[in-house]
């Protein structure tokens, strides 16, 4: 007998139910000493200042961000190739080598990856103190295990018969692979490159919320005084950026696709990316030109076994273990949940526009803020994380579902409306059920990324593992902060694993 199945269109809806008890949460944890500052606050949005000295504070806090966001991205493009060519198998098979170096490199990239890159700028803060170059780093090195995992999976899982007909024939293997995979693997790092350069644009102004400079920290000091108007001057610039960007990078998308030209255009790409990142290097040491004197090595304790063993004990790791998996769960739901509720609620392009220009403004506001803002009118608590994350990445999703949606047809929808559906079930079984599998695959791989994102407001609103590594990076307890990175990665590392099997279950759907 045939188990019942859920159809994939009511398993997208499904997560929305996270909502239900974030929202009671953030109900009832309301107060009326808010509403006056959310007042200022919407205020200062439709009125930013446009003083001198808070545009020239922005401005330059604006060409850290970008300088620095440029430089990680083009070393995190290079080493990111380099690093999944080096742990592909296909790679050593072409020379006749044995893949056991790959599969232990694959093992090692494991642990830069499932490590936020917040997380890597506070270590690296600590060890080197602040310098702009912390924040490159600290971007470039779980990027470049990133770009590497897609690059491998790609090389791994092209077709590799034309590729085998050319080592047969005597060609040099190199020239084989370039020969050989370079089309397929050009469109793969054109798209996802330009996808990662909004992502280190993102991280980027969530270092600077931390105090590693460029326009997050310009963002981060004028929310704490509560001066909205100059809040949202820097708001709105990062706004307009992103924006520009996300249009650009859809023009290339558009026009860059690899065919008969395709080791050209690869060529061309690559050129970009070292071209961009030489300009954010002497960007970077125009604008800061006084914290280039060189990084100072200030170091660290080492723990002992007996330390290890002792903050094993003394840390609460049940509590921060669920508080984590529990932020990720109703962040996830949310993300995930929200969009296709959102659009299902009034299908009509108008207020599709509407959910379109709301989930850019979640997009472009960075968790922490988004914490912060929320905070102003509530207490902190799980919910407020949740809320602030899931907002966030809702972003992201809502973009992304449009965007398939209207690569459609719509003779589906056409056909059910002309048949006597209403407006809303021709839309949900005409066009949303088309996309749903592929919406959930990448939904999978969004809650991988959720995980990670944990850290950043468990920092601020005292919870889960992100909290405990603040607190033992605040009192240099290095015995705790190993402990704790430690659970992290095996938590995030689990989580991906988890990810690819529904991400693969939802594909062959």
């Known amino acids: 007998m045939n188990r019942l199945k859920p159809a994939a269109p009511l398993l997208t809806l499904l997560p929305a139910m996270a909502l239900v008890p974030v929202l009671i949460v953030t109900w009832t944890g309301l107060h009326g000493g808010g509403l006056s500052i959310w007042q200022q606050c919407l205020s200062g949005a439709l009125h930013p200042s446009m003083d001198a000295d808070v545009l020239h504070a922005v401005w330059h806090g604006l060409g850290v961000t970008m300088a620095t966001a440029l430089l990680s991205w083009s070393l995190s493009l290079l080493f990111g190739v380099l690093l999944g060519s080096a742990c592909s198998d296909v790679v050593w098979r072409s020379w006749t080598l044995s893949s056991w170096p790959a599969r232990g490199l694959r093992g090692v990239l494991a642990i830069p990856r499932a490590v936020h890159e917040l997380v890597w700028g506070l270590l690296l803060l600590q060890v080197f103190g602040l310098h702009p170059y912390v924040a490159v780093a600290a971007i470039a090195i779980p990027y470049s295990a990133l770009v590497a995992r897609i690059w491998r999976d790609h090389l791994d899982s092209a077709d590799h018969r034309p590729l085998n007909a050319l080592i047969s024939a005597g060609v040099h293997p190199l020239s084989a692979l370039m020969t050989a995979l370079n089309p397929g693997m050009g469109t793969v790092l054109m798209s996802y490159g330009g996808y990662r350069l909004e992502c280190a644009l993102r991280s980027a102004t969530l270092l600077g919320v931390f105090g590693l ?286 990810s690819d099997r529904c991400r693969s279950l939802w594909l062959q759907s």
Do not use: K
């Open 213 to 498: 400079g460029g326009l997050g920290t310009e963002l981060q000091l004028t929310l704490q005084s509560l001066q909205f108007r100059e809040l949202w001057t820097g708001l709105w610039v990062l706004a307009a950026v992103m924006l520009i960007l996300e249009q650009l990078l859809r023009f290339w998308r558009e026009r860059s696709g690899v065919g008969v030209h395709g080791q050209r255009r690869i060529l061309l790409f690559g050129l970009l990316a070292v071209v961009l990142g030489v300009i954010g290097t002497f960007w970077l040491r125009l604008i800061v030109p006084d914290q280039f004197s060189g990084l100072s090595w200030i170091g660290m304790e080492v723990p002992s076994w007996t330390q290890l063993n002792a903050a094993a004990i003394e840390l609460p790791w049940l509590r921060m273990i669920l508080e984590t998996l529990g932020l990720t769960v109703l962040a996830a739901g949310i993300a995930i949940g929200l969009p296709p509720l959102a659009l299902l609620l009034w299908p009509s392009p108008r207020w599709h526009q509407c959910c379109s220009m709301f989930w850019a403004c979640m997009r472009w506001i960075p968790p922490p803020l988004m914490v912060l803002l929320l905070l102003l009118s509530n207490r902190p608590s799980l919910a407020i994380g949740a809320l602030a994350i899931g907002l966030h990445n809702s972003g992201v999703m809502g973009r992304l579902l449009l965007e398939g949606l209207q690569q459609q047809s719509g003779q589906r929808q056409v056909a059910l409306r002309a048949m006597g559906s209403s407006e809303r079930m021709s839309w949900f079984y005409g066009l949303l059920s088309p996309q749903s599998p592929s919406y959930l695959a990448y939904g999978a791989y969004r809650s991988d990324v959720i995980l990670r994102e944990t850290v950043v407001v468990g920092v601020i609103g005292g919870s889960g593992l992100g909290w405990q590594l603040l607190e033992s990076l605040s009192s240099f307890h290095w015995a705790a902060v190993v402990l704790v990175l430690c659970c992290y990665c095996a938590l995030t590392i689990s989580g991906e694993s988890l």
